[in-house]
């Protein structure tokens, strides 16, 4: 079936220690999207990309990086993990972003990442 | 920026009660989506309305886009103890999608 994966469902890393979030998409879509999910919050979108156009929210930290290789593949970086960096991250695919578009523009989410920071 | 006013924020109903939810909007927008999450999982996309005033039914769940294009209703009718989990509206404006605060549902069996 084509789907949303990522890997690890969950990481633990230490406070400031680098880590990378992997996402892959087997659904051949243009645009890969990363989320922070706090609890018992709704998502939060950091960036995302258009095949290979990065496009950054204006209120994501520096600390969040990304990377999309392939069309497959896109990590999610943080570079110097706070503590208030532990949350659930999101992937998301979409095939397109039209403006008046209609299902094409559908977001299909991965299971997450859950994140801890010691 | 954009907000959605998603209540009720809980619900705890006895199995085969219907539920309905809503959203409310300051803002227009182009389609009004109903996801679901699991504890420990991704959003899954339930229902996606395109036109105003559009109804759309998905098996035991039927959701609405407002005449205004600023809310959406989802009901639930029947329910049963797979239901439990938080449902989300968003609306989506372009590739940016803004989510409510959700509504966490509980059935009792």
């Known amino acids: 079936d084509a789907m949303v994966i990522q890997n690890p469902r969950y990481q633990v890393t230490q406070f400031g220690k680098p880590v990378t979030l992997s996402c892959s998409q087997t659904?051949?879509?243009?645009?890969m999207y990363w989320y922070q999910q706090k609890s018992s919050q709704a998502p939060k979108l950091l960036f995302h990309?258009?095949?290979?156009?990065?496009?950054n929210e204006a209120d994501t930290p520096d600390n969040f990086q990304s990377r999309r290789p392939n069309t497959s593949f896109c990590f999610l970086d943080i570079r110097s993990p706070g503590l208030g960096d532990a949350a659930m991250y999101l992937c998301?695919?979409?095939?397109?972003?039209?403006?008046?578009?209609?299902?094409?523009?559908?977001?299909?989410f991965g299971p997450g990442t859950r994140l801890t920071v010691l | 920026g954009q907000q959605l006013n998603q209540s009720p924020q809980s619900m705890f109903i006895q199995e085969g009660e219907d539920v309905s939810m809503n959203c409310t909007s300051s803002?227009?927008?182009?389609?009004w989506l109903w996801y679901k999450q699991d504890p420990g999982e991704g959003p899954v996309l339930l229902i996606a309305?395109?036109?105003?005033?559009e109804l759309t039914s998905n098996g035991r769940l039927t959701a609405q886009f407002g005449i205004t294009r600023k809310d959406s209703f989802l009901n639930i009718s029947a329910s049963i103890p797979s239901d439990v989990g938080i449902y989300f509206c968003?609306?989506?404006?372009?590739?940016?999608?803004?989510f409510g605060k959700g509504t966490l549902l509980t059935v009792n069996p």
């Open positions: 803002s227009i927008f182009n389609t």
């Open positions: 990309y258009y095949d290979k156009d990065f496009n």
């Open positions: 659904l051949n879509h243009n645009v």
């Open positions: 968003a609306g989506r404006s372009n590739y940016k999608l803004t």
């Open positions: 998301a695919t979409s095939r397109d972003t039209v403006t008046s578009g209609g299902a094409e523009n559908e977001q299909f």
């Open positions: 309305l395109y036109k105003a005033g």
